[in-house]
């Protein structure tokens, strides 16, 4: 059993700052990529940020220059530090990994999702 934890998500005004931090315990044999993505009301949920086990990031056109993700591999912890937050970025933050457990087998897994709210 694999769990996610989020944290960090809250109401910031406009070109404010926040860290999202996803910590993933149980059991863990690797981790893969781990991944950010949002939801917006009446929209689809998108990719965010990803970050491979190497540390190879890659983000949406949408935060480049304005968002960072980061893991720390000895937590089983990733992050997104999100600068020069703008409203259109008000959404539902999940984090995404590709775990491998003590089978051997990957699997996908979701967090529970955090709030961010940006105010003009």
């Known amino acids: 059993q694999v769990q996610l934890v989020e944290s960090g998500g809250g109401l910031v005004q406009a070109g404010g700052s926040l860290r999202l931090s996803c910590a993933a315990s149980?059991?863990?044999?690797?981790?893969?990529?781990m991944a950010w993505y949002r939801q917006a009301p009446g929209n689809e949920r998108e990719l965010v940020a990803r970050?491979?086990?190497?540390?190879?990031?890659n983000y949406a056109d949408s935060v480049k220059g304005r968002f960072t993700i980061s893991r720390d591999n000895a937590k089983n912890t990733v992050y997104l530090q999100m600068n020069g937050l703008k409203p259109e970025d008000t959404a539902v933050y999940y984090c995404?990994?590709?775990?491998?457990?003590?089978?051997?087998?990957?699997?996908?897994?979701w967090g529970q999702g955090t709030q961010v709210t940006v105010s003009s």
């Open positions: 995404n990994t590709d775990i491998v457990t003590s089978t051997y087998f990957e699997t996908n897994y």
């Open positions: 970050i491979t086990s190497r540390g190879r990031t």
């Open positions: 149980g059991n863990i044999f690797s981790i893969n990529a």
